[in-house]
């Protein structure tokens, strides 16, 4: 799941446009500009519908025009602008749209909605529904205001598995939106934090510093939050400190605060694992490579050979081959890239991969420990991978059995650890005289 903020601010955004305020001064000088709160989903949800929301999605570089459903929290003017769902109507042919929210923002959007493609669902706190593949739990807020209707929050489940708490606008939780919410693990949390200001009022419809960690905890206590949470504030508002303050007081609480066009990337991931497997001189290395392209990190296994000038000329000849943004790793943390890549990863090869792990521990002799260890790593990497992945592995164990104990402990030791990354991965493709035929 991939979970764009198109806005991050409270109603009036930001810094506030008539203000000048010590917050709104900071946030200008700063240059963090937010403006209403809402979201995209993959492209395809679009939570709360607020009148800058559509220009945020076109000044980000994307559009609404995949949107298949719209989930609205609340008829409060920043988060639902009727007026958009009629000029959505004025396209040639407006694709369905499922149009999601409590009864008082139905109400308001019936009649300025396109009829011919736009399904209503009007929902109540504790409704389950099943929108665009996604899986949807409507949760009560506590928040009120003329007009605003029951306001709600959701639980998104992804087609993926990945699952959201979009938490905005509210107040203390009530008890029944912590009870829906307990055990959902969640591997993100938007969580509004307003911190009204004095002189405006509805300080009790809104979360506040105090306020804010109080519901963080519940959450987690009830199993909704836990370590691998990403929990995020939202709807952020100049009763907040400047924004530099409140990101580390946010940080100082394991959370961070949301920023206008950031995108989240939750759940098992959009990973694709491809193993090659081949022969030396197979032609796998350049089959590898065109299964990669982009700002690809190039994962180079090969432990230095001091004073070999035919090994230098090979990876010579593979360097010349490489497009010029590529980036190379030199190393055997293949884990540690596979964790922080922000692009594809090609890895070349698991043969020198694992040379690399038996020479650092010195387990040429008794690999066992520190084999299984980095293996276990690798594998879990490998698995947890939200970026395309293609590993090669040398094949070595068709030929003639080693005549030395440490080839005959490599050659075993590197079938283990191919079946292992066979078994987690996507594709399995073995190349034999430059020829890829697909295993699996
Ligand atoms: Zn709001
Ligand atoms: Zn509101």
Redesign the pocket.
């Known amino acids: 799941m991939r979970v764009r903020l198109l806005g991050t601010g409270?109603?009036d955004g930001w810094p506030d446009p008539w203000c000048t305020c010590a917050s709104c001064a900071a946030a200008v000088a700063q240059g963090v500009l937010r403006g209403?709160?809402g979201a995209l989903v993959d492209d395809r949800l679009l939570l709360d519908l607020g009148p800058e929301l559509p220009r945020a999605a076109l000044r980000q570089g994307t559009s609404l025009a995949g949107v298949q459903a719209v989930l609205v929290t609340h008829a409060?003017e920043?988060?639902f602008a009727p007026a958009a769902l009629m000029w959505r109507g004025w396209q040639r042919e407006p694709a369905a749209l499922s149009f999601v929210g409590p009864p008082a923002v139905v109400a308001v959007a019936g009649p300025r909605a396109d009829p011919g493609s736009v399904t209503f669902h009007e929902v109540r706190a504790g409704d389950r529904l099943g929108v665009a593949g996604y899986d949807v739990v409507v949760l009560p807020a506590r928040h009120s205001g003329p007009h605003a209707g029951p306001a709600v929050l959701y639980d998104i489940t992804g087609p993926d598995g990945a699952r959201l708490l979009y938490a905005?606008?509210t107040s203390v939780l009530p008890d029944e939106a912590v009870a829906l919410a307990a055990g959902r693990a969640y591997d993100a949390v938007l969580l509004?934090l307003?911190t009204v200001t004095g002189g405006r009022p509805g300080g009790e419809s809104h979360l506040d510093l105090t306020t804010w960690p109080e519901q963080v905890a519940r959450l987690r206590a009830a199993g909704a939050v836990h370590d691998g949470t990403q929990v995020v504030a939202i709807?952020l508002g100049h009763g907040n400190p400047p924004p530099d303050v409140l990101d580390a007081l946010l940080g100082s609480w394991g959370a961070r605060a949301g920023r206008d066009g950031q995108v989240l990337e939750l759940g098992p991931g959009r990973g694709h694992r491809v193993l090659v497997l081949g022969g030396a001189r197979s032609g796998k290395s350049a089959y590898a490579e065109s299964r990669v392209d982009g700002e690809v990190t190039y994962v180079a296994t090969a432990p230095v050979r001091e004073g070999d000038e035919e090994w230098a000329a090979r990876v010579r000849a593979h360097v010349a081959r490489r497009p010029a943004t590529w980036r190379t790793a030199e190393t055997a943390d293949v884990a540690g890239v596979l964790r922080a890549a922000p692009g594809p990863v090609l890895v070349d090869d698991l043969g020198l991969w694992l040379t690399q792990v038996l020479d650092a521990a010195d387990a040429w002799e008794h690999p066992g420990p520190a084999f299984e260890a980095a293996l276990e790593e690798l594998a879990a990497a490998w698995a947890q991978a939200r970026v395309p992945v293609v590993l090669v592995a040398p094949e070595v164990g068709s030929g003639v059995v080693p005549a030395t104990r440490s080839g005959r402990l490599f050659r075993d030791l590197l079938g283990t650890a191919t079946a292992r990354l066979a078994s987690g991965a996507d594709e399995v493709v073995q190349v034999v005289a430059g020829i890829a035929r697909r295993l699996a």
Do not use: G
């Open positions: 409270a109603s209403q709160t409060h920043d988060h905005t606008d509004e307003t709807h």
